[in-house]
């Protein structure tokens, strides 16, 4: 059984920063991609960052380029998102996802396996 749990959230300072983790079992993730997803209240939830865990190749939302970094521990089966340089337009759930073979999906639909989400809330 899949299963992944998201940490690492909660109310951080416009400017500061927080790291997610993804802790992840039941998957062989050198066929995954794995990614980051928010959803902010009334919007669609939308792509941020995604890892190819075997290459360990990394896509970003031009929103947070530059800001956010993605990042696995093949040890740990754990995918991280440190988050810097916080504004409140980030302020959201983040979901970690993954998706079952090798190109990489900004769409919510193509993929798999999803947490429970860890609440971000950046304030002014």
């Known amino acids: 059984q899949v299963q992944l749990v998201e940490s690492g959230g909660g109310l951080v300072q416009a400017g500061g920063s927080l790291r997610l983790s993804c802790a992840a079992s039941?998957?062989?993730?050198?066929?995954?991609?794995m990614g980051w997803f928010r959803q902010a209240p009334g919007k669609e939830r939308e792509f941020v960052a995604a890892?190819?865990?075997?290459?360990?190749?990394?896509y970003y939302a031009d929103s947070v380029k530059g800001r956010f970094t993605i990042s696995r521990d093949n040890v740990k089966n754990t995918m991280y998102l440190q988050m810097n340089s916080l504004k409140p337009e980030d302020t959201a759930v983040y979901y970690c996802a993954g998706r079952l073979g090798s190109y990489y999906s900004t769409s919510v639909n193509e993929y798999d396996y999803w947490g429970q989400g860890t609440q971000v809330t950046v304030s002014s």
């Open positions: 890892i190819r865990w075997s290459s360990g190749r990394t």
């Open positions: 039941g998957l062989t993730f050198s066929n995954y991609v």
